[in-house]
């Protein structure tokens, strides 16, 4: 949930913005950091830039970086994750962005006694989510990768963001603009990026076992949207 005066508000709809006038290759190349792995799994770190300096990377809102390949099954959590409207429970804050992966469930709930009446539309179909007082909504179903965005029918000011990850393999980039993500399972992916300003491929990767790939990712602020 996002209110006026706490954090900005993303765009939302970003998964339009077309991949292949994304991004500008990293010139480094694939690397092997000393991070150790499992034996049996591998991984994937770096940082973000946006070359030439041009513009923070604050400007691009909440970033997620993930590698995707075909036929990759997804494992699911066993409960669906909850986000609640304060700080007293849930495993996220509604006005922060939460990521999952196809086929995972959400469920709304309120600990602060005001009631929601959610809704979302994406592609040409609308779905509601009531959210009782004090309680939880029925559990939220997403198989569509994509983002998408939450409103408030009682109030105006507020919006709940999620986006659906491709794959289970993703993380959300830290303040420094750096991302890490463990426990791959060996091979080549597809590493990709997306946030309300940039969204598609940046390159093809390979993961070892036991070690964690270096791999910068350099955005082209050309082709950064507004």
């Given amino acids: 949930m996002q209110r006026s005066g706490s954090r900005p508000r993303w765009r939302s709809c970003a998964w339009r913005t077309a991949a292949s006038c994304l991004l500008a290759a990293s010139a480094w190349g694939c690397r092997s950091s000393l991070r150790e792995q499992p034996h049996d799994l591998g991984g994937v770190e770096g940082e973000v830039y946006?070359?030439?300096?041009?513009?923070?990377l604050a400007d691009l809102g909440p970033v997620v970086v993930y590698l995707?390949?075909?036929?990759e099954?997804?494992?699911?959590?066993?409960?669906?994750?909850?986000?609640?409207?304060?700080?007293?429970?849930g495993d996220s804050l509604g006005h922060d962005l939460v990521v999952i992966s196809p086929g995972e469930a959400l469920r709304f709930a309120s600990h602060s006694g005001v009631a929601h009446r959610?809704?979302?539309?994406?592609?040409?179909?609308?779905l509601e989510v009531a959210v009782p007082e004090r309680g939880e909504s029925p559990p939220v179903r997403f198989d569509e990768p994509g983002s998408i965005r939450f409103y408030c029918s009682l109030h105006q000011d507020e919006t709940w963001d999620v986006f659906v990850s491709p794959s289970p393999h993703f993380a959300r980039l830290d303040r420094r603009g750096a991302y890490r993500i463990d426990n791959v399972p060996p091979g080549d992916y597809e590493l990709s990026i997306w946030s309300a300003a940039v969204d598609g491929g940046v390159r093809t990767v390979h993961v070892g076992v036991g070690i964690s790939a270096l791999e910068p990712i350099w955005l082209d602020p050309a082709k950064i949207a507004p």
Avoid: C, E, H, N
């Fill in 118 to 126: 959610l809704f979302a539309v994406r592609q040409d179909s609308r």
């Fill in 68 to 71: 995707g390949r075909a036929r």
């Fill in 73 to 89: 099954s997804t494992p699911r959590r066993s409960k669906p994750l909850v986000l609640a409207d304060d700080a007293a429970g």
């Fill in 50 to 56: 946006i070359a030439g300096g041009r513009g923070p």
